[in-house]
């Protein structure tokens, strides 16, 4: 059971679409507007493809039930264009996107990315000959086999 959600006469309803709703905060607005057309919260959340308690969210202004505030923007903003409002006052009310700031690394550039390494791990302490000789030993080992393959091809 799909409800299809048709805002056709949404101009007449809100005085030629230009008009600004008069509400305090965001979430009003948009309850507002959907009430006014007489949509449903379930009709709506179909229409966008969205769970419906996260316009319910949206419409309480509670915003820290959403994901963040990019999703809480792009969201009020499909809202707008599905009920044919004007967005500028709704996105004034939401909270504006701040971008995550970096930590600041006072080595700048050159820092190594890691403290320890392979090479550094080892001890100069070990035989050195010792683990060449295994080096070795694999080599002549690996170049035998492979000497062998091509001999019983």
């Given at each position: ?8 006469n ?31 919260l ?11 308690h ?16 990019v ?48 090479r ?11 683990g ?7 080599a002549?080992l690996?170049?035998?086999?492979g ?7």
């Amino acid at each position: 059971m799909t409800e299809v959600v048709d805002v056709s006469n949404a101009e007449q309803q809100v005085g030629g679409g230009t008009g600004t709703l008069p509400s305090s905060s965001a979430g009003q607005m948009l309850r507002q507007a959907r009430e006014q057309r007489q949509v449903s919260l379930q009709s709506l959340a179909g229409a966008l493809k969205v769970p419906a308690h996260k316009l319910q969210a949206l419409e309480e202004d509670r915003w820290d039930l959403l994901t963040d505030s990019v999703f809480t923007r792009s969201l009020a903003l499909s809202v707008c264009r599905v009920l044919q409002i004007p967005s500028a006052p709704v996105m004034a009310g939401l909270p504006k996107h701040e971008a995550a700031k970096l930590a600041s690394n006072p080595e700048g550039i050159n820092t190594p990315f890691k403290e320890k390494t392979l090479r550094s791990l080892m001890s100069p302490t070990q035989d050195s000959g010792s683990g060449s000789a295994v080096k070795l030993g694999v080599a002549v080992l690996i170049a035998a086999i492979g000497g062998a393959g091509l001999y019983f091809l």
